[in-house]
T-cell receptor, first 113, second 112 residues
């Protein structure tokens, strides 16, 4: 089946630094990937749609200059949280569309101290 | 605006009991999916329902899509501790996951 690998699974960074999260489709090509954010005990909220070879589409209220998305190949999308602050601490999840639905990565727990 | 409301939000039951989780909306969806998510992991797809009135069974899990394609339910028979997790419904209003809207979630705990 379709597998999406997300790395790292957790990261702790200092306030003001940047963090990059990778999302890879391992056994299929994904022209489109999606980035979600999930706060504790809450559901997933779509942040942006990542399109291979073009600019990402951001949902309303998501700062594109803060959450940089790059989708340079058909198997890799990256999300960079720039100048991270404690309020950016959250669980970030990527997904990609496969033949039978959407496959999700295992998530990245970001803690900004 | 939250398009999909799930109820109950939290549910704690004894092993062997039955339960039903509801996913309701005022919007029509072309399809609806159910996911289960465990702490620290991404959601895992359980089922996709497409046709209004459709019923799908997956072992002890029964999924139903409302006739008007606005709501869905998940029924678990004889719950087991392994069923513990966050259950999420997600409705699609077209192609592409930018049109995939997640429900508010139901956190299920099955006590041995």
């Amino acid at each position: 089946g379709a597998v999406v690998s997300q790395h790292p699974s957790w990261v702790i960074c200092k306030s003001g630094t940047s963090v990059k999260i990778e999302c890879r489709s391992l056994d299929f090509q994904a022209t489109t990937m999606f980035w979600y954010r999930q706060f504790p005990k809450q559901s997933l909220m779509l942040m942006a749609t990542s399109n291979e070879g073009s600019k990402a589409t951001y949902e309303q209220g998501v700062e594109k200059d803060k959450f940089l998305i790059n989708h340079a190949s058909l198997t890799l999308s990256t999300l960079t949280v720039t100048s991270a602050h404690p309020e950016d601490s959250s669980f970030y999840i990527c997904s990609a569309s496969a033949n039978y639905g959407y496959t999700f990565g295992s998530g990245t727990r970001l803690t900004v101290v | 605006t939250q398009l999909l409301e799930q109820s109950p939000q939290f549910l704690s039951i004894q092993e062997g009991e039955n339960l039903t989780v509801y996913c309701n909306s005022s919007s029509v969806f072309s399809s609806l999916q159910w996911y289960r998510q465990e702490p620290g992991e991404g959601p895992v797809l359980l089922v996709t329902v497409v046709t209004g009135g459709e019923v799908k069974k997956l072992k002890r899990l029964t999924f139903q899509f409302g006739d008007a394609r606005k709501d869905s339910s998940l029924h678990i028979t004889a719950a087991q501790p392994g069923d513990t997790g966050l259950y999420l419904c997600a409705g699609a209003r077209g192609s592409g996951a930018n049109n995939l809207f997640f429900g508010t979630g139901t956190r299920l705990t099955v006590i041995p």
